[in-house]
Structures are given as structure tokens and as C-alpha cells.
């Protein structure tokens, strides 16, 4: 019958309500169901449909698509290309890198250095994990430009893995387990300075200074003084390879040298502040080696201990000094790789250190004795107060501003005071007011390095360095929106002091070993000895003697030059041109100064 189905047919309802299953392809399906063309449902081992008809289940090797392809053939900063040419012997050898297929690169492999054991998660502790303190600095979600440089050079980058050890174990107490990481890269460092000393390339200077300073700069930090300023002193026999004459040329451009001296300038007023306030005088002993404590190890390391002991009681003794010197810590990475290519260091306001040091002054005046004499609570009075460590901040932030190139440029008319008079005018160059911070807490204060003597050759170097920029600034000096003349002066005439000073020392050292040479001094200590916590040894301190005293005539001269130029003319005008910058009323030095003063006025060229 016409509209029935025929036995075994399928009606046309069923037929018309029959719909076509479309599939997306598969290109990671088995190849037992590609063959079949059927779905598969990519289950390991084997797929459902292979499972329930019995068959063999095959997966064949993936291939890297062509994105995968393409990003793995990109060369990242840091990496080789994935072929490589290299010449041996006069003949020709290729190698091809594997690709790693469906993997991701690891963002590390790009960076300029071997990160191994935890140097990631130190790297990113500095970079990533310390962004939400304040700064004085604007403020960024960004991360900081200096952080993306050193990740180009793999000199910086290794400096600033060792601050960043440095920081984890101030904020936390100790490195915990970054310590494997911590002196893998130490040791790293040390290895690129023992290369340049083999191959003394002058274009590489710069790197290695930087290099021994960080590594001065982490023993000082981890408490051991003593080889803190064994690095300070190999420095110098560094620079007088490196630099002989002083001339202050020990980079590849005038910025990578300026970038030297300031962290040689940081690293020594750092030192010495921390020498200043954790070194202790310790007995002499006849052994000539320190016997160990029982259950305590060596003396030196019972030492190392006692004073990590007191940097921890610091720094929760000082309000906010922890909290500071962690965020300076942080833009290290400043001091360790150039700025943008063009851009040069600019002059800074040092008002604010100026302030501070007049803070530092006011409680010197007020001190019943010198520094010198204080016993152990009146040390720790005097920075529980601060001011040592609001001056380490603010030069680290000077310096950073200084590069910044977003200093506001100044006016020609000079603020004026309420009674119309015009305000002194502090704008320094970043090493010229640095170094002479340093000088004067040291020299004139008598609160820098314990109060003992620097190292002749670290000290003409710091000169050196100042009377570069003094004499830069000299043409600069007078007339509207000129240089203060008093503030020239308050820098020249404390680099002479300090000059004066090591003079005297020295003659006063050799005329004591002539008379009794047996109890000298330096039959007594040496660079390696405990004794170095406090000091230089006697022959560091008067190595170099010679230049100090050349230093001392040119100086004698500049100052005697001023004096003309300004018609000051006594020791009392004199004086009261450095009041104006700062200068202690109570001054132990004040023979000293005034003999300086003498002696420049009967300077003759």
C-alpha cells in the first residue's frame, strides 16, 4: 500500500527528522581514529574507542606548531641563537640547540647570569616582593627602571643578587635558605675580580671596584668588620693598578666613572659609620693565634656573632631605621648600572644633608667628652637618634635623583630669609657634598671610623675625587645665581683639615717608632688583626703619605685664592663663613683648623 513502509525500510519520518553530526577536526586524536575518521576522546593510555573495539591505540609525536616554532627560534636577551657557529682550530663546528617542545621559556633563561638554586625567588624577593614600602622617591606600581637594566648586565646583576641576600637578612634575621645562593654568588664575584687582576683591562675597571665594594659591603653588613676592611684596603692596591695618578678615569665613559666613585664614596662612609657604632676595642693577646671559645667556634667568628647581635638590638632599637636602610637597600641598582644612554648627573640641593649634619653637630657640642671617650650607651644614645641613618637615605635618594632626569631647574633669584637677606645656596655635585660629609664627621667630628685614622690612600682618593669637582665649581662661584662661595669653602677647607690630619698622624707614628720601636704600633696590629675592627693598621694609614702632602699644597693655595676673592682675611672670619654652612662650636680640632688656616694664608704658588 502506497504511504506504508516497506518491510525492513525506514519511514520517511524518520528519515526526515535523521540529522547530520558535524565534528570539530581533531589533530591530537590517536592515529588508529584519525585512520577511521572517527572522534577520539584523547584519553592516555588508550582512547574509549580503541578500548571497546579492541584495536591498537597509538599517539603520534607532536610537532611543534608554527607559533611554537617561531617563539622558540626568537633569541632572548642573554640566550644563544638556537644555532651557533664555532671556530676551533682552524675548523668549522656546528652546534643546533634542542627546541623543547610545548614548553613554555623560563623568563630566567633570558637574564645575563647562571641563576641556580633559589637566585630566582632571591631576585624576585627584591624586585617584587618589597614594592609596597613608601619611598621618598614617586611613587610607581612600575617596577623600577634600575631593576630592568641589570637583568642586561650580568656584572649588576650579580651585585645586586648579593643585596638582595643582604636585605632578606636584615628584614628577616638571617639568610635562612638563601645562604647556598648568597656565596655562590660571592664566590662568582670574587672570581671576576681575580680575572681582571690576571688581565688588567682598563675598559673593566669600573666593574671590578664595583665589584670588591659589594663584597666589602656585604661583610660589613653580615658584621665581619675586619674583612670588610681587608676589602677596603685590597681596593686601594686595585685602584693604584687601575688608576695610578688618581685622574679618576676607571671607566669606559665619564658616567660609568662617576658611577664608580660614588659607590666607593657610599661603600667607605658606610663602613666607617658602622665601624663607629658596632666595632668594639677587643684585649691583646701574645698567642699569635686566637685560641677558640668551646662550643662557640674562633674568636673572629664569636666576634662576627657578637656584632650581628648588636646590629639585630639596632635595629629595633632606632625608630624607623630598619624600615630605612631596607628601602635604600633596594635602589642599590643605581650604583651599578648606567642611566639612559645621553643622560648625565645633574647638581642636587644638599640642604637636607646640610641640616642633618647640623643636627649631628648640635649633639656633638653637647657631649661632655669626645667621641673617642664614650663609653658603649652614649655610642648607642647618640644613633638610637637617627641622624647617621637619615644621612645614608638621603644621599642614596640624591643619587638616584641626580639621574633621575626630572630635577626641577632653579630659579636665578636666591630664596631670601624673613629679615630679606639672601639664603645660602647649597647645590653641590652628588660626590662633592658625599665626600665631604665624611670628611667632616670624620676629621672634624671625630665620629666616623671610631675616631681612629683612614687609610692615607683611601683618603687622597676621596680628595681627589672632591677637588675634581671643586674645581669645576670654582668658575661657577659668585654672582647671580652663582655657586655660594661660603659653601666652596666649607668643602675645601674640610678637605684640608682631614689632609692635615693624616700628616700629623703620620709624623707622630714615626717619631714613636723611632723612639721605641719595639712597641710600635705596628709590630702591635696589622690589616688582618682584630685591632683592624677599629682601624687601618699603622703602615696602610701612612702609605701614600707623599700625595697627602702634595694634596695639602694645592688646597693651601685654593684656599688662600678664596680668601682674596672674598676679603676674608683672619681665622674669625674664617670661622664664621663654615658656621654658616656647619661647624662645631666645641671643636677638639680646632688647632688643627686653625693651623690649616695659617698655613694657606702663607701658601705661595
Not at 623600577?144 to 649588576?156: C, E
Not at 681596593?235 to 660614588?262: C, K, N, Q, T, Y
Not at 694634596?551 to 681665622?571: D, P, R, Y
Amino acid at each position: 500500500m502506497v504511504g506504508e513502509p516497506s518491510n525492513g525500510g525506514t519511514s520517511p519520518t524518520a528519515e526526515a527528522l535523521r540529522v547530520r553530526k558535524y565534528h570539530t577536526r581533531n589533530r591530537t586524536g590517536c592515529s588508529t581514529c584519525r585512520r577511521r575518521h572517527v572522534r577520539c576522546d584523547e584519553k592516555h593510555p588508550s582512547c574509549s574507542n580503541c578500548l571497546v573495539g579492541k584495536r591498537a591505540c597509538e599517539y603520534p609525536s607532536m610537532e611543534p606548531t608554527l607559533r611554537e616554532r617561531r617563539s622558540h627560534n626568537r633569541t632572548l636577551p642573554g640566550q644563544q641563537q638556537p644555532w651557533a657557529v664555532h671556530e676551533a682550530q682552524g675548523s668549522l663546528s656546528f652546534s643546533v640547540s634542542q627546541l623543547t617542545r610545548n614548553a613554555a621559556g623560563d623568563p630566567f633563561d633570558a637574564l645575563a647570569v647562571q641563576m641556580p638554586l633559589k637566585s630566582q625567588e632571591l631576585f624576585h624577593y627584591l624586585t617584587e616582593g618589597t614594592r609596597s614600602w613608601n619611598s621618598p622617591c614617586p611613587k610607581s606600581r612600575k617596577r623600577p627602571s634600575s631593576f630592568d637594566a641589570v637583568v642586561h648586565d650580568p656584572y649588576a646583576l650579580r651585585s645586586t643578587l648579593i643585596i638582595a641576600g643582604l636585605h632578606y637578612s636584615w628584614n628577616t634575621g638571617n639568610l635562612q635558605s638563601f645562604e647556598p645562593t648568597f656565596l655562590f654568588h660571592k664566590v662568582e664575584s670574587i672570581r671576576t675580580v681575580n680575572d681582571w687582576m690576571r688581565t688588567r683591562d682598563a675598559t673593566q675597571a669600573a666593574i671590578a671596584v664595583r665589584q670588591v665594594l659589594t663584597l666589602g659591603f656585604a661583610e660589613c653588613c653580615l658584621g665581619n668588620l675586619p674583612a670588610a676592611e681587608t676589602h677596603l684596603h685590597g681596593l686601594m692596591a686595585l685602584l693604584d693598578i687601575a688608576d695610578p695618578v688618581g685622574g679618576g678615569r676607571i671607566g669606559v665613559d665619564e658616567v660609568d666613572s662617576e658611577l664608580a666613585d660614588r659607590y666607593l664614596i657610599l661603600c667607605q662612609n658606610f663602613l666607617h659609620g658602622k665601624k663607629s657604632r658596632f666595632g668594639k676595642p677587643r684585649p691583646r693577646t701574645t698567642s699569635t693565634s686566637p685560641s677558640p671559645r668551646p662550643g662557640s667556634g674562633t674568636e673572629e667568628e664569636t666576634e662576627i656573632t657578637a656584632v650581628m647581635d648588636r646590629m639585630r638590638v639596632a635595629h629595633q632599637t632606632e625608630p624607623g631605621g630598619l624600615d630605612n636602610q631596607l628601602k635604600s637597600l633596594t635602589k642599590f641598582p643605581h650604583f651599578f648600572v648606567p642611566p639612559p644612554r645621553g643622560r648625565k648627573p645633574v647638581d642636587i640641593d644638599a640642604t637636607s644633608v646640610v641640616d642633618i649634619l647640623r643636627d649631628i653637630t648640635r649633639y656633638i657640642d653637647g657631649a661632655a667628652s669626645h667621641f673617642g671617650h664614650w663609653d658603649e650607651p652614649e655610642k648607642q644614645d647618640f644613633f638610637v637618634q637617627g641622624a647617621p641613618t637619615r644621612l645614608f637615605t638621603h644621599v642614596v635618594d640624591l643619587h638616584v635623583l641626580s639621574f633621575s632626569g626630572k630635577m626641577e631647574k632653579k630659579t636665578t633669584t636666591p630664596p631670601y630669609d624673613d629679615n630679606g637677606s639672601p639664603l645660602p645656596n647649597f647645590t653641590s655635585s652628588w660626590s662633592g657634598i658625599s665626600t665631604t660629609l665624611g670628611l667632616y664627621l670624620h676629621a672634624v667630628l671625630g665620629v666616623w671610623n671610631a675616631g681612629r685614622p683612614m687609610s692615607s690612600r683611601l683618603l687622597c682618593r676621596l680628595v681627589q675625587i672632591l677637588k675634581r669637582h671643586l674645581v669645576r665649581d670654582r668658575q661657577r662661584l659668585g654672582g647671580k645665581g652663582g655657586l655660594d662661595r661660603g659653601f666652596w669653602f666649607w668643602k675645601a677647607f674640610t678637605a684640608a683639615v682631614s689632609l692635615a690630619s693624616a700628616r700629623e698622624y703620620a709624623a707622630s707614628y714615626a717619631s714613636s717608632s723611632r723612639s721605641s720601636p719595639s712597641s710600635s704600633w705596628s709590630s702591635l696590629s696589622s690589616a688582618s688583626s682584630p685591632d683592624s675592627v677599629n682601624t687601618a693598621s699603622a703602615e696602610e694609614v701612612c702609605r701614600g703619605i707623599e700625595d697627602v702632602e702634595v694634596l695639602e699644597e694645592w688646597f693651601a693655595l685654593a684656599i688662600k685664592k678664596w680668601s682674596k676673592t672674598v676679603n676674608v682675611k683672619t681665622w674669625t672670619e674664617a670661622r664664621a663663613v663654615l658656621s654658616a654652612v656647619v661647624w662645631p662650636d666645641n671643636c677638639s680640632t680646632e688647632p688643627l683648623a686653625m693651623s690649616v688656616w695659617a698655613r694657606a694664608m702663607e701658601a705661595r704658588p
